[in-house]
């Protein structure tokens, strides 16, 4: 009789086991690969810095703090207010601008490469707390950048990748990056039982996170409420997590540039802006479902599954906003998209049969590729427009301009007279508007303000009226680009693109 030894039987089981590695170190690398093309696209990105939305309101606070770091005023209109623009990453921001040398734009750059840097690394960290497969980051980092709709969405604190082109040196990148590293530290403080100087940290960073950017501090607050959650911690950590808050209560409240808890009194105003975020939401978010499909085998193996209650959390903070009328809380979305994205990158490497795996993997791929044709217009930022194939040039935004045109004549501090778009981007070069271009809670004229502005440009407005508008307000400088103002008894002193004209107040 032959005995098969132990030994013989090991080689069988090491090729099968080779065999099953092959595939799985391919989609590594093909997901590593891809991640780094589409970072390698977000840096050049960086470098070109395209304008559109709210830039020249963070250029503006940068300005501010640069020039008065402990009494910067209001960051828009010559007027003594708080704002909740002055967080501690602008602060940190407008302390660099004070280098000798270093233009507010060359800070936004730099404070772009390290929102980026903390976001992918963030999401590294986060993901290696859902899951020790070598692709899972590299996946979660392309579904967050491409699985969302079929039709591109732009707005800040939404990381798709074409949102995120044009909002990369924003805030809210920035903050959705210590996100990420705040939700990975939550997770290794839990499972490893902390002690009371991490929780007190961990306090601490909430607090930054909500004054950096407030509706990423929700989203992050939510992802954080479901680790704990999930954690089915002992009550000997109750007490440190209470401590964390209150420490975190303490910086939120000691801040000195604005009052953060008067903050809640400002969903009034807010909700006409904030109601198109309900608005199509299969085009704008349909492929996050194949995300909300996976969701339902991790809520089956284990309903407190992190992710699962990171987004029913979401999903019902974003609800009671729909249907209570406070739109504003439609900037929690990302709440209930981060984790179904999430879900659909780790369902393709997880546990589970080969085939079932297999048919997950093609279906997030050709999700990913769907997503990535709906956002191909990213590549008109690094790539001349001439050279884009029609295809992609048909979705590619076209960046603003800005009025650098202006700035050998208008002098830091200055008020201009501007409307619409004009009144977006003046600040970011150090000069003030009499309307704010953005609404402002803390600016208790604002209405007086705006109204002052459609006045001055309404035509048939008297001279008379205008010379009143411009010694209220200490105007100095006027753009126009409607041509209303012609023959207004202003004095032409230079023209800039799309017919318009800056001009000097008598």
């Known amino acids: 009789m032959t005995v098969r030894s132990s030994s013989s039987a090991a080689p069988g089981r090491t090729g099968a086991r080779r065999a099953t590695d092959r595939p799985a170190s391919l989609g590594h690398a093909v997901a590593v690969a891809v991640a780094g093309l589409v970072l390698a696209l977000m840096v050049l990105v960086v470098v070109r810095l395209p304008w559109a939305g709210d830039l020249g309101m963070h250029a503006a606070t940068v300005q ?86 079929t039709t591109p969405f732009l707005w800040s604190g939404f990381p798709g990748l074409n949102s995120l082109a044009l909002t990369v040196s924003y805030p809210s990148t920035f903050t959705l990056g210590l996100a990420f590293h705040f939700w990975a530290w939550l997770t290794g403080a839990l499972r490893r039982g902390a002690g009371w ?54 910086v939120l409240w000691a801040w000195p540039y604005y009052d953060f808890f008067a903050l809640f009194g400002a969903g009034t105003g807010l909700e006409r802006v904030h109601r198109v975020l309900y608005g199509h939401p299969v085009a704008r978010f349909g492929l996050v479902l194949l995300g909300v499909a996976a969701l339902v085998p991790r809520a089956r193996r284990d309903r ?33 998209l981060i984790p179904a994205q999430f879900a659909a990158a780790l369902e393709a490497v997880g546990a589970g049969r080969r085939r079932l795996r297999a048919g997950w993997t093609a279906l997030l791929a050709g999700a990913l590729l769907l997503g990535g044709w709906t956002q191909v217009g990213t590549l008109g930022y690094v790539v ?31 008020v201009v007279m501007a409307e619409g778009r004009a009144a977006r981007q003046v600040p970011a070069y150090g000069f003030y508007t009499v309307a704010p271009g953005y609404p402002d809670f803390f600016l208790p004229d604002e209405e007086r303000r705006v109204a002052a502005t459609g006045v001055y440009f309404a035509e048939g407005t008297s001279s008379s009226v205008r010379r009143g508008i411009e010694r209220e307000y200490g105007v100095r400088w006027v753009v126009d680009g409607g041509g209303v103002l012609d023959g207004a008894g202003l004095r032409v002193v230079a023209r800039g693109p799309k017919g318009q004209v800056l001009y000097a107040v008598p």
Not at 217 to 224: K, Q
Not at 226 to 234: N, P
Not at 304 to 328: I, T
Not at 393 to 401: A, L, M
Request: charge should be positive.
């Open 64 to 149: 501010r703090l640069r020039h008065s770091p402990f009494a910067p005023g209001n960051p828009l209109v010559d007027a003594d207010t708080p704002s909740p623009y002055y967080s501690p990453w602008m602060l940190l921001l407008g302390t660099v601008a004070r280098v000798p040398g270093l233009s507010v734009f060359v800070v936004l750059r730099l404070a772009a490469a390290a929102g980026l840097a903390l976001l992918v690394t963030g999401v590294w960290r986060y993901a290696r707390t859902l899951s020790a497969h070598r692709a899972a980051p590299a996946l979660a980092l392309l579904s967050l950048l491409l699985l969302w709709g």
């Open 384 to 414: 001349p427009r001439g050279a884009l194939p029609a295809a992609v040039e048909d979705r590619h935004r076209v960046p603003w301009t800005g009025y650098h045109w202006i700035t050998p004549w208008v002098r830091y501090g200055d």
């Open 304 to 336: 407190r599954d992190p992710l699962v209650l990171f987004f029913g959390l979401g999903a019902l903070v974003v609800a009671a906003g729909w249907l209570s009328g406070h739109y504003s809380w439609g900037r929690a979305l990302p709440a209930a």
């Open 197 to 250: 100087p991490a929780w007190l940290g961990l306090g601490t960073l909430w607090a930054v996170i909500l004054l950096c950017h407030q509706f990423s501090g929700v989203v992050a607050t939510v992802g954080a409420a479901a680790t704990v959650l999930a954690a089915r911690t002992g009550r000997a950590v109750w007490p440190r997590l209470g401590a964390g808050l209150l420490v975190g209560a303490v």
